[in-house]
């Protein structure tokens, strides 16, 4: 039987952060996609948090251009409040229905004037807010919100409820509103589908011993970003909701609603220590005097940077941690104030009273979710999460639907990001054959000549939220910039990466007629592109566009220094204005796209990635330095919900050696790499000879290693061995391991150190599942896990709930008072000061083990040298943005997954090698790739062919050649130039010049200064 053509459409279900990074990969690489959200507008969760850890970015501006991006793409269709009813059909042939609610506003007819709601006469509580303030009957979820199309609420509004009202209607110009629209039936042909549906914070009223819902002044997290947030309720003024006086004293309960066995929440929700660090150092920047206080169970900063973000918040930031779980929040009637009795490290009982309580409630499946997966045939677990393939967390248990964010499972940002991008690769490459088939090409918009033109430029000085606002005075900014010559126009806004400032800026340069734009706000790193593209849709040349950073290079760094900032600023605006006038439109260029990918690393993440980007129809190169494929995966015996990493790894290496598009060269190194993005070429040796290889894209995957311990005995004495080496003994020796009665295991060795600051995240879960193996063989044996932290996070808290069940014991110690081992004789003898009895204890053992940190590999940073890429403080590979860019590298065209990265799991690993292949693919897709015009450019007339660019040149971008005319001079490469500088530098004459930061341009900065 013929199989039927495969569909090039993806339905990504949830327009989260992780459904929007799918759809924006799907979309990037040749794919159609409908994103379905139930809710009016795409952001979910996101869209209200304030600030994000460790950067300490703005959530609003972190989701602003991906949000703008998303609004504009042309193969990407919103279908806003719309829920999948049902997907029948099989892989690459579904056929989707989905019910397009009725908003009583058409779609197409709103342009967002909000005119509607200032005059709605129906105020209720705003659920965005957490119900701390009001909006009206019709409205949009958030200022951001996309689409930015108005939504009456029914059970509100009057004309609906009473049959009388009908005021928006006559005040809409563009006679938008829709009383009788019905729902409709869609249905979508899609070849798969990608479930994202996000989560529902616990419920704090079903906990009423905290007071949530009696007490005004206990509030929830969420409600908390919310207050903290200056598009929020009060404006990101700090107060107490029962007098709107600032709280001096501020206290968060964590674990509320999480690792709670009697409500049925037994897993860790993942995020909420972090989250209430954050919030605290929040907190101290709003109110420098404010003390705040976290009552935790176990810190649990397992992700990368996070202890190092606990560390300074604990120490430098003036944020008190209390080691005690709390039972109930009590109310004094006479102020308003709160108290909480405690145990503390001493054993003694403590009462405090405080002027709000913060809830960390935990990560709930969101019932929705929940009712689809019912509905599609898809199994979830007794919390509600989809379940999900141990060794493939994007893997339902129906074929052609995958799952990604926290329906998976709890999880933070970063962990969303990549499971979107993971899950994006999967239903790609399960539709490779059918790329292209369905896209559409944006229309260009035709570009204005300038040229003769006097400079009109406009400035917009954006609030940032309270990020710049919150020291900065915008306004007066504003005003000054009005008064600077070739000003034409010039405003503040709340954000102006925003979708309806997009439109505004576009209005006004059609308006004012506009030839240059400046834009005071945040970082270039992330925002400048979206500014650029939003000049090219006005129809201005993208380089005629100039950002002055008042953010990070004011705000942030003088945050006690209001008067002083907003004059700073004012510099900064003055020097953007000053450069604007002087800048000339460039032009992109483009180039062929080699449409193959290298990927240096041969364990399970490279493995992963090579195959991944195989099944996407591209050939890969495989590089890996051992003589074998494998990795560190070759030891990983088994995991604590049953997998086995090693046997998976043996089938994967079949697969690589066997796949046609796959080359695989071991005993090889990286010599050098040249070229950008799209078309580099890589020199690798091995076996005594050198190969070239042309290359689209590169992936690094170079794993990491296990720190070899000299502490505790190791190495020294044959009863002290590392977790790993334990693993090998339980699954190839276990009448051997069986023979131990007393094992002891130290958490953190080489881990959470002032020289090795970081969590290495799989030592905990990896004790206790070994705990339980020996429990498994030996049930008498005495297991005793000495540790700083639990960090069993999501669901491994199940595993750390079952080693207690079959009697493994926990003992915690503090940093500065570790265990001390000694040898004698017939046994180890480990003594320590327990920090729960808070009295000295000592431990026999038969063995001892470590739990020993993962650690970068000792070549990453010759490999790091050679590629150019940059390395954490740790020594592991630094990504783009540790938020929203994961697995990119800085450098366009490089990507990163696996140990490289961090430590991690194995299929964390694996989802991760995917999710770099995801991203890959949005370049390797195409066939022509556009470089910016930023590019050296040289003045044939002062060109004396020296050759001292061509010397200083990293890249080979430029070299003396003989013209037609038999002269010599130097000739750029556009395709290899990276823009960097240095033969501008090096040239002795001014004849080479970087395009768009020419000296006249520099030095008008330095004078306007």
């Known amino acids: 039987m013929r199989q039927a053509q495969k569909i090039g459409a993806i339905t990504v279900v949830g327009g989260g952060i992780a459904g929007i990074q799918s759809a924006l990969d799907i979309a990037n690489s040749g794919f159609k996609v409908y994103l379905v959200e139930e809710q009016p507008s795409v952001g979910g969760i996101m869209a209200q948090l304030d600030k994000t850890f460790p950067t300490n970015d703005c959530s609003s501006c972190m989701m602003g251009p991906k949000l703008v991006e998303l609004a504009n793409h042309s193969n990407i269709e919103i279908l806003a409040y719309s829920e999948l009813l049902d997907v029948t059909g099989e892989p690459g042939n579904f056929k989707a229905t989905v019910r397009r609610k009725a908003r009583a506003v058409d779609p197409e007819k709103c342009v967002g004037c909000g005119i509607c709601a200032s005059k709605c006469p129906t105020k209720v509580p705003d659920p965005f807010n957490g119900e701390m303030s009001e909006r009206r009957a019709i409205y949009v979820p958030f200022p951001q919100a996309v689409p930015l199309v108005y939504t009456i609420d029914k059970s509100v509004c009057r004309y609906f409820t009473k049959g009388k009202c009908r005021i928006c209607e006559k005040v809409c110009k563009n006679k938008a509103i829709d009383y009788d629209q019905k729902d409709q039936i869609v249905e979508l042909d899609t070849g798969a589908v990608i479930l994202t549906g996000g989560f529902r914070p616990f419920d704090a009223r079903l906990k009423p011993e905290y007071g949530y819902g009696l007490w005004p002044n206990v509030v929830t997290s969420l409600d908390y970003e919310r207050i903290l947030s200056a598009a929020g309720p009060f404006q990101g003024h700090i107060q107490r909701l029962s007098d709107g006086k600032t709280p001096e004293r501020i206290a968060w309960i964590q674990c509320v609603g999480s690792r709670d066995s009697s409500i049925g929440r037994d897993y ?32 649990r900063a397992q992700g990368k940077g996070f202890d190092r973000f606990f560390e300074r918040a604990r120490d430098e930031t003036g944020v008190r941690y209390v080691r005690s779980m709390i039972s109930r929040v009590l109310p004094v009637p006479e102020t308003d104030r709160l108290q909480i009795s405690y145990v503390d490290e001493a054993q003694k009982l403590q009462q405090e009273e405080f002027d709000m309580v913060v809830l960390s409630v935990g990560l709930c499946a969101h019932p929705s979710t929940m009712d689809l997966a019912k509905r599609l045939g898809v199994e979830v677990d007794p919390f509600g999460f989809c379940k999900s393939d141990a060794m493939d967390l994007v893997a339902t248990s129906r074929p052609g639907i995958f799952v990604s964010g926290v329906f998976q499972g709890p999880k933070d940002i970063p962990d969303s990001v990549q499971q979107g ?94 030839n240059r734009i400046v834009v005071a706000s945040c970082t270039p790193r992330t925002h400048e592109p979206l500014f650029r593209n939003t000049m090219r849709e006005a129809g201005l040349n993208p380089y005629l566009f100039e950002l002055a950073n008042i953010r990070e290079q004011d705000a942030w760094v003088h945050q006690g220094e209001a008067g002083a900032a907003t004059e700073k600023a004012k510099d900064l605006v003055r020097m953007a204005v000053s450069r604007s006038t002087l800048l000339e439109p460039l032009h992109d260029f483009s180039y062929q796209v080699v449409q193959s990918a290298l990927v240096i690393g041969g364990g399970l993440a490279g493995m992963t990635a090579a195959l991944a980007v195989a099944d996407q129809g591209f050939p890969a190169v495989l590089v890996e330095s051992a003589e074998e494929l494998g990795g560190n995966a070759r030891t990983l015996y088994y995991t604590e919900d049953g997998a086995s990493p090693a046997e998976y790894v043996q089938e994967l290496i079949k697969k690589v050696e066997s796949n046609a598009l796959i080359t695989v060269r071991k005993g090889a190194e990286v010599v050098s790499l040249m070229g950008s993005c799209g078309n580099f070429t890589t020199t690798i040796r091995y076996h005594g000879q050198t190969e070239e290889i042309p290359h689209g894209v590169g992936i690094v995957a170079v794993g990491g290693e296990e720190y070899k311990p000299e502490e505790y005995l190791c190495g020294q004495d044959p009863r002290v061995m590392t977790q790993k080496e334990f693993e090998s003994l339980l699954a190839k020796e276990p009448e051997k391991a069986k023979q131990f009665g007393r094992v002891a ?146 450098t366009a065209g490089f990507f990163l997954c696996g140990l490289a990265q961090g430590p991690k799991f194995a299929n964390e690993a694996i989802a991760q090698a995917r999710g770099a292949v995801s991203r890959a693919c949005t370049i390797l897709s195409q066939k022509e790739i556009v470089a910016e015009g930023v590019v050296t450019q040289v003045d044939a007339a002062l060109c004396r062919a020296c050759g001292e660019c061509e010397n200083t040149c990293l890249f080979e971008a430029i070299k003396v050649k003989q013209m037609e005319d038999g002269r010599k001079r130097a000739m750029v490469n556009e395709a290899l130039c990276t823009g960097c500088g240095a033969c501008n530098a090096a040239c002795p004459t001014g004849a080479a010049s970087l395009a768009h930061f020419r000296d006249k341009q520099v030095n008008a900065v330095i004078q306007a200064l």
């Open 268 to 299: 860790c929700s993942s995020v909420c220590c972090m989250y209430a660090t954050k919030q605290a150092m929040i907190t101290k920047e709003h109110e420098h005097d404010a003390q705040t206080t976290i009552f935790y169970i176990d810190m």
């Open 421 to 514: 991008s993971s899950a994006a690769a999967c239903a790609t490459a399960l539709l490779a054959d059918a790329r292209g088939s369905l896209i559409v090409t944006p229309p260009k918009v035709e570009e204005k000549d300038i040229k003769g033109q006097k400079p009109r430029i406009g400035v917009f000085i954006c609030h940032c939220g309270i990020n710049i606002a919150g020291v900065v005075n915008v306004e007066e900014v504003a005003a000054y910039a009005k008064t600077l010559p070739g000003v034409e126009y010039a405003s503040n806004c709340m954000f102006a990466c925003s979708t309806d400032q997009q439109k505004e800026i576009k209005r006004v340069i059609d308006e004012q007629q506009l």
């Open 745 to 890: 295991m130290i958490q953190c060795v080489g881990s959470r150190e002032p020289e090795n600051s970081y969590c290495s995240r799989v030592c905990c879960t990896s004790a206790v599942k070994n705990g339980i193996k020996l429990k498994e063989l030996n049930p008498k044996a005495q297991v005793s896990i000495l540790y700083r932290d639990i960090r069993t996070f999501a669901l491994k808290e199940l595993a750390y709930q079952e080693a207690r069940r079959r009697g493994v014991r926990f003992m915690r110690f503090d940093a500065d008072r570790k265990p001390e081992v000694k040898a004698n004789g017939a046994g180890l003898q480990i003594a320590l000061h327990d920090g729960q009895l808070g009295r000295p204890i000592s431990l026999e053992a038969d063995l001892l083990v470590l739990s020993a940190a993962i650690r970068p590999r000792a070549d990453s940073k010759k490999l790091a040298e050679t590629l150019r890429m940059p390395l954490d403080q740790d020594g592991f590979f630094s990504e783009a943005h540790i938020k929203l860019r994961p697995l990119d590298f800085a």
